[in-house]
């Protein structure tokens, strides 16, 4: 596919992160209430008012009102397409609508952008093996997988009450970390940043209905960047025998722009091959992963440039997201308009491919010098951490824009809890 042109200029170019080939769904305020948007090149198209305005299709009530995507997800893959398809319309170079759609135009530079949708639930799986094996290496000395990891997507049930947009600022968590004898109770020291994506859940199924890969395929609307912030050692000392907790229930960030998956079709690309045979309801008539080139930057407070700590691929992850949801449901568990699947850290075969600072330092063994001479074996105070992504067409990209935290220092211990 080539570039699509449109008759907003910015989106012809080369670089431009959304073409009329990307469309991406957000939710923006200027001084009001919130509204839906989509951005086209460095604007914003007010989809809330392009409703009222009757130039969308009429659902059977008002979809974009509500300040969230939500309520047009749940109409389905036939909706998502008649409405994409739609826009791109409108917005192609040459259209005689013009004059109806400019007046939606909104700069994003004159915007806040907030959550794009409300998250119902939030599952954070473990599907990068390059991952996986380094943190076996780290934390056992022993690179060999788990006996289950090769036959089923591993997972957990996290907090969608603690998912937040890009730019929130997230706050140094405190708990309990293992030391000789009792526990002690502190800010975490070992602050983590985790490169993933997370794909969200379009269409519902019902409790005792599991779903094919096929299926889980149809039913997800679109995919962010997803940061699921980790505390290292609070965590290794919670995580037997029930798995994370506290030392991931803090805080996860995610990118304010939904990429729709009918734009990332053209870049779909096959899996790893398999060393162990998958069950066969986890067998994929399409390829399930996509082409995504991804990256991590850190700022530390002051310093005028950041460094770039990372650069992969989604295509280095084992297991798709279909696949992730079709495992999910397997056992009948209900999935909900509005689930958020995380993809586990991604982690490429090469150093500067590994998608956490755990992974990057070896556990704080090995701390990375940055160009103004300071060094991080984890996250300190200050610091910014910022996901980035795209993939690359002929001619143009999808991007994934920005999803970026600073981390705050920690609350003061309360009296009772000292």
């Given at each position: 596919?080539?570039?699509?042109?449109s008759?907003?200029a910015?989106?012809?170019?080369?670089?431009a992160?959304?073409?009329?080939?990307?469309?991406?769904?957000g939710?923006?305020?200027?001084?009001?209430?919130r509204?839906?948007?989509?951005?086209?090149?460095?604007?914003?198209?007010?989809?809330t008012?392009?409703?009222?305005?009757?130039?969308?299709?009429p659902?059977?009530?008002?979809?974009?009102?509500?300040?969230?995507?939500?309520?047009?997800?749940?109409?389905?893959p036939?909706?998502?397409?008649?409405f994409?398809?739609?826009?791109?319309?409108?917005?192609?170079?040459?259209?005689?609508?013009?004059?109806?759609?400019?007046?939606?135009?909104?700069?994003?530079?004159?915007?806040?952008?907030?959550?794009?949708?409300?998250?119902?639930?939030f599952?954070?799986?473990?599907?990068?093996?390059h991952?996986?094996?380094?943190?076996?290496?780290i934390?056992r000395?022993?690179r060999?997988?788990?006996?289950?990891?090769l036959?089923?997507?591993?997972?957990?049930?996290?907090?969608?009450?603690?998912?937040v947009v890009s730019?929130?600022?997230?706050r140094?968590?405190l708990?309990?970390?293992?030391?000789?004898?009792?526990?002690?109770?502190?800010?975490?020291?070992?602050?983590?940043?985790?490169?993933?994506?997370g794909?969200?859940?379009?269409?519902?199924?019902?409790?005792?209905?599991?779903?094919?890969v096929?299926q889980?395929?149809?039913?997800?609307?679109g995919?962010?960047?997803?940061?699921?912030?980790?505390?290292?050692?609070?965590?290794?000392?919670?995580y037997?025998p029930?798995?994370?907790?506290?030392?991931k229930?803090?805080?996860?960030s995610?990118?304010?722009?939904?990429?729709?998956?009918a734009?990332?079709?053209?870049?779909?690309?096959?899996?790893?091959?398999?060393?162990?045979?998958?069950?066969?309801?986890?067998?994929?008539?399409?390829?399930?992963?996509f082409?995504?080139?991804?990256?991590?930057?850190?700022?530390?407070?002051?310093a005028?440039?950041?460094?770039?700590?990372?650069?992969?691929?989604?295509?280095r992850?084992?297991?798709?997201?279909?696949?992730?949801l079709?495992?999910?449901?397997?056992?009948?568990?209900?999935?909900?308009?509005?689930?958020?699947?995380g993809?586990?850290?991604?982690?490429?075969?090469?150093?500067?491919?590994?998608?956490?600072?755990?992974?990057?330092?070896?556990?704080?063994?090995?701390?990375?010098?940055?160009?103004?001479?300071?060094?991080?074996?984890?996250?300190?105070?200050?610091?910014?951490?910022?996901?980035?992504?795209?993939?690359?067409g002929?001619?143009?990209?999808?991007?994934?824009?920005?999803c970026?935290g600073t981390i705050?220092p920690?609350?003061d211990?309360?009296?009772?809890?000292?």
């Amino acid at each position: 596919m080539a570039l699509l042109k449109s008759w907003v200029a910015s989106a012809n170019e080369a670089q431009a992160e959304f073409p009329l080939n990307n469309l991406p769904y957000g939710v923006f305020s200027r001084g009001g209430g919130r509204r839906c948007g989509v951005a086209i090149g460095d604007m914003i198209v007010d989809v809330t008012r392009a409703e009222e305005a009757g130039l969308l299709a009429p659902a059977a009530q008002p979809v974009f009102a509500g300040g969230a995507w939500n309520g047009f997800m749940a109409l389905g893959p036939g909706a998502w397409m008649s409405f994409r398809a739609r826009l791109q319309q409108a917005l192609a170079l040459g259209a005689d609508e013009r004059a109806a759609w400019e007046p939606l135009l909104v700069a994003q530079r004159d915007v806040a952008l907030h959550l794009p949708f409300n998250i119902t639930e939030f599952t954070d799986f473990y599907a990068g093996r390059h991952h996986a094996q380094n943190m076996g290496e780290i934390l056992r000395r022993s690179r060999t997988l788990p006996a289950n990891w090769l036959h089923m997507p591993a997972g957990y049930n996290g907090r969608a009450s603690s998912v937040v947009v890009s730019g929130t600022p997230i706050r140094r968590p405190l708990g309990q970390v293992k030391q000789a004898g009792a526990p002690r109770f502190t800010p975490s020291e070992k602050l983590d940043f985790e490169l993933e994506l997370g794909a969200i859940v379009g269409t519902p199924s019902q409790l005792g209905h599991p779903v094919s890969v096929a299926q889980a395929d149809a039913m997800i609307f679109g995919f962010v960047l997803l940061n699921d912030w980790s505390a290292r050692d609070m965590q290794a000392w919670e995580y037997q025998p029930l798995g994370p907790f506290q030392g991931k229930a803090f805080a996860t960030s995610i990118s304010p722009w939904i990429i729709p998956k009918a734009a990332l079709e053209g870049f779909r690309v096959a899996p790893p091959s398999r060393e162990a045979p998958l069950l066969p309801y986890l067998h994929e008539a399409k390829p399930g992963l996509f082409d995504i080139d991804l990256e991590v930057w850190i700022q530390p407070r002051g310093a005028a440039e950041p460094t770039t700590l990372c650069r992969t691929n989604a295509t280095r992850l084992y297991y798709s997201a279909a696949q992730q949801l079709a495992h999910h449901s397997i056992s009948g568990c209900p999935m909900r308009v509005g689930d958020l699947l995380g993809s586990g850290t991604i982690s490429g075969p090469e150093h500067d491919e590994f998608g956490s600072l755990m992974e990057l330092s070896r556990g704080g063994e090995k701390p990375i010098t940055l160009p103004n001479g300071e060094s991080r074996g984890f996250i300190e105070d200050g610091d910014s951490i910022t996901l980035a992504g795209h993939a690359q067409g002929d001619g143009f990209r999808i991007g994934f824009g920005q999803c970026s935290g600073t981390i705050l220092p920690a609350m003061d211990t309360p009296g009772w809890a000292r």
